[in-house]
């Protein structure tokens, strides 16, 4: 992982003081004022370097907790039973509906014309649907992610795949002939516990998960997209159990999984567990049928509907939305800016994977923001591997459970 050098601390130190002035805060410099931040995963470190900036113009602390990702929900539920949460909070995509429904998030419309970095246009497109709930702006992009194809490029030159397959038909090819080599080797890897699969195979067939604020799982492309998935299981082409990210960096190592569809995060893993792989794999664009239109996902960050520090969380948010941070926060974390320009710049260093991301993320859809969101994924990823690893049959299943998810979202 890269660390910050002295001479970036300088840069966001003069980055947080084009801040001065901007809203309507509470308090200047030098008031005791602290903003406290929740933020996802294990960034707390990370967080509190980059803040030191900006508290050295401010004088506003801040004050950082970690919550790891799969207690994240619970807590934030927690804190909109009690009331007592944090002033700023790091919220993923596919939670932003079911907060905002429960009113935990500040509605900051009509706040955020006063914070130019916090400008909707200034974000990848995709990103910035992200920000309104219900018409109501809730949140502002942070951290981006969307998914690509991760590939060995050595081993595929060495079963005489020339290139990265570019549609579902040289996936398929690409992952039989890689699965011929036998010897336990497969083809690809896909992991049936990834709720973002079969919705980027929906949109690559055309189709689309949702009509307004309802929900649609009963087309000829969502069918399409599940029957796609469940060939390569159907062909021995991918391990027949779910394939965390441990599983699938190891098999990346050892070629047998030579291929997968993930996000960048991945791209840690394999620089930290597997760096004897550097130069022999690369990652690629979504293979596509009718697009190849990939996910946004990602986190955003909102303000807890109880907190009395909104002016200076505002402030604090606009100094993270600058494009100099974004770039830091990226060096020292590897998470991507959801700053459009922020992830250019960081394009324009020659990095081929960074390339392929940007190109990506213009061409993504957000999770669908529904507070059902986060009870029809599971159902979604249960009748998945179903028809995946069970072999039920893909025309009783997925009206099945395009029914349930029709009945959960009404409620």
């Known amino acids: 992982m890269r660390r910050r050098s002295v001479a970036v601390l300088a840069g966001l130190a003069v980055a947080a003081s084009a801040l001065t002035g901007c809203g309507g805060g509470d308090g200047g410099a030098g008031d005791a004022q602290t903003i406290e931040i929740w933020t996802m995963g294990d960034k707390a470190k990370q967080m509190t370097e980059i803040s030191a900036a900006f508290t050295a113009d401010t004088g506003i602390e801040i004050k950082v907790q970690s919550i790891p990702w799969k207690n994240a929900r ?227 960050l909102a303000i807890f509907s109880k907190s009395k520090m909104v002016d200076q969380s505002l402030k604090f948010m606009s100094y993270l939305a600058q494009k100099q941070t974004q770039e830091s926060w990226f060096k020292a974390t590897n998470d991507l800016p959801a700053r459009q320009d922020a992830l250019q710049g960081l394009v324009s260093g020659g990095d081929a994977n960074l390339a392929v991301y940007y190109e990506q993320m213009r061409n993504a859809k957000i999770v669908p923001q529904l507070k059902a969101w986060g009870a029809i994924a599971p159902e979604m990823v249960r009748a998945l591997q179903k028809v995946c690893v069970s072999g039920a049959s893909v025309d009783t299943t997925v009206p099945a459970f395009a029914a349930k998810a029709r009945e959960l979202s009404a409620k």
């Open 74 to 300: 619970d807590k934030m539920s927690a804190a909109i039973a009690s009331g007592n949460g944090p002033d700023v909070v790091q919220v993923g995509h596919s939670f932003l509906a079911e907060f905002a429904d429960a009113g935990a998030l500040l509605d900051l419309s009509g706040k955020l014309s006063a914070y130019p970095e916090l400008d909707g246009a200034k974000f990848f497109p995709a990103s910035a649907e992200t920000m309104k709930v219900g018409g109501a702006a809730v949140s502002v992009p942070w951290i981006a992610d969307t998914r690509v194809l991760f590939y060995r490029t050595d081993v595929l030159q060495q079963a005489g795949v020339a290139k990265a397959p570019a549609t579902w038909d040289e996936l398929t090819a690409a992952a039989t002939t890689l699965a011929a080599r036998g010897g336990g080797n497969f083809g690809v890897g896909i992991n049936t516990d990834d709720q973002f699969l079969p919705l980027i195979l929906t949109w690559s067939a055309g189709g689309d998960v949702v009509t307004g604020d309802q929900v649609t799982f009963d087309t000829e492309q969502f069918k399409s997209a599940v029957a796609y998935e469940q060939s390569f299981f159907a062909a021995g082409l991918t391990p027949k159990k779910a394939q965390p990210d441990a599983d699938m960096v190891q098999g990346f190592k050892t070629g047998k999984i030579p291929m997968f569809i993930s996000g960048p995060y991945m791209a840690t893993l394999l620089n930290n567990q597997a760096p004897e792989l550097a130069g022999k794999w690369a990652v690629a664009a979504i293979p596509a049928k009718s697009s190849a239109t990939s996910v946004m996902a990602g986190s955003n």
